[in-house]
DNA sequence: CAACTTTTTATCGTTTTTCGATAAATAAGT
DNA sequence: ACTTATTTATCGAAAAACGATAAAAAGTTG
């Protein structure tokens, strides 16, 4: 069974973004977002998911993705 | 405020999957996949999402996308 | 090193929401 | 008309995001 993984921080360094002002324009607190980045959530709502999409102005393909196990 | 769009036909037409199929593969009612297929679901749990993948064999980009509200 | 900032971890509580079960309606196919 | 597939609708329960707060860990700078 593959999981979803989330990256954040290539975009982020891309975008000259740090934890806090992303939270910020996201909307959630820095906890929450660094928990979201880390993978410590098992599912992301979708307001969430498009905040962060709209202030890295990037796609969901840029920061999900699908990890088959190995096997 | 954009919004993320989930697309599975494109991808379900390709692997001739039908809904059926692929909530019971997925592990999923058939009636929650048909929500989620038609967005009326704002979170999705990572599991899901991966099974989706898993069985579409494709990649969160290919179904997710992001799409900017026109102003 | 010491002071400061940023990020991560940890609890607890609230609110939101997926998801299941079920039934019914609509659409599609034969 | 009949059968199958999909969608819509309600209700309830379980799961989980997210907030607030505090504290620890990590990183930065003079």
Redesign the interface.
Known sequence: ????VLELDVMMAKRHMSLGELAEIVGITNVNLSKIKNNK???????T??GI??ALD?????I???V?DEE
Chains 1, 2 share one sequence.
């Open positions: 069974m593959g999981k979803i959530v098992n599912a992301i709502r979708f307001s998911l498009s999409c709209q990037c796609e969901p393909g840029d999900l993705k699908y088959p």
